[in-house]
């Protein structure tokens, strides 16, 4: 069974610019999770998919970052403009369905992103 | 709310010997999941293994145990014959029914060396 997969596995860009990141859930998986991991930290959750629909947005900064998931399959997230501060990994996750049951999430590789 | 203390920023253990590394959870809920996590350098979080707060047995998967105190709030992880390959950062992580989304809370991680 693949794993989910995620591209790019590296970007570097400059302040201000824009930048996008894709992930492919592990098949039949309902749930999909995007976490930023900043250097020396636990992953934090930025956005939590249930199908096509956002379960939980609360840590996203909306006035920069966007992400979508339209057929419930592929994701992709977004940071418009991009600051200093947003150099980290960002890792995509996915459950078979985040209501009840153990709900173990997968993660991919995994995007470093670097802000000049 | 909640939340993952691991107090060990960097461990070293000896080829084929035992280690623990600690975690402690804070949570005021009765109904929780505690996660190990294995992120070598490449970056992928591995899943390793999963506790319920209301299983009675400590969870095992292969050289990887579980240490469930519940009372003292701890999940330590005990990994049995290191080897070279278990050199990576371990998370510990935590999903409770607090915000039913089956968001992960992680802890800071304890980076593992194995010596041969």
């Known amino acids: 069974e693949a794993g989910v997969a995620q591209s790019p596995r590296y970007k570097i860009i400059e302040k201000r610019q824009s930048v996008a990141f894709w992930c492919n859930p592990i098949?039949?998986?309902?749930?999909l999770y995007w976490y930023q991991q900043i250097l020396g930290q636990g992953p934090k959750l930025l956005i939590q998919?249930?199908?096509?629909?956002?379960?939980?947005d609360s840590q996203l900064p909306k006035d920069r970052f966007s992400a979508e998931r339209l057929k419930g399959v592929d994701s992709t997230l977004k940071i418009q403009p991009a600051k200093l501060e947003d150099s980290a990994v960002y890792l995509c996750?996915?459950?078979?369905?985040?209501?009840?049951?153990?709900?173990?999430?997968?993660f991919g590789p995994g995007t470093r992103l670097l802000v000049l | 709310a909640q939340k993952i203390t691991q107090t060990q920023p960097g461990m070293f253990v000896q080829e084929k010997e035992a280690v623990t590394l600690d975690c402690t959870y804070d949570?005021?809920?009765?109904?929780?999941?505690l996660f190990w996590y294995k992120q070598p350098s490449s970056g992928e979080m591995i899943f390793l293994i999963y506790?319920?707060?209301?299983?009675?047995q400590n969870a095992t998967e292969g050289r990887y145990s579980l240490n469930f105190q519940k009372a003292r709030k701890s999940a330590n992880l005990v990994i049995s014959a290191s080897q070279l390959g278990d050199s990576a950062m371990y998370f510990c992580?935590?999903?409770?029914?607090?915000?039913?989304?089956?968001?992960?809370?992680f802890g800071q991680g304890t980076t593992l060396q194995v010596k041969p």
């Open positions: 996750a996915s459950s078979l369905d985040f209501r009840g049951g153990t709900q173990t999430q997968y």
């Open positions: 098949s039949g998986h309902a749930t």
């Open positions: 998919f249930q199908n096509n629909g956002v379960v939980d």
């Open positions: 949570t005021s809920d009765q109904s929780y999941g």
């Open positions: 506790q319920g707060s209301y299983d009675e």
């Open positions: 992580a935590m999903r409770g029914p607090t915000s039913n989304t089956g968001k992960l809370i």
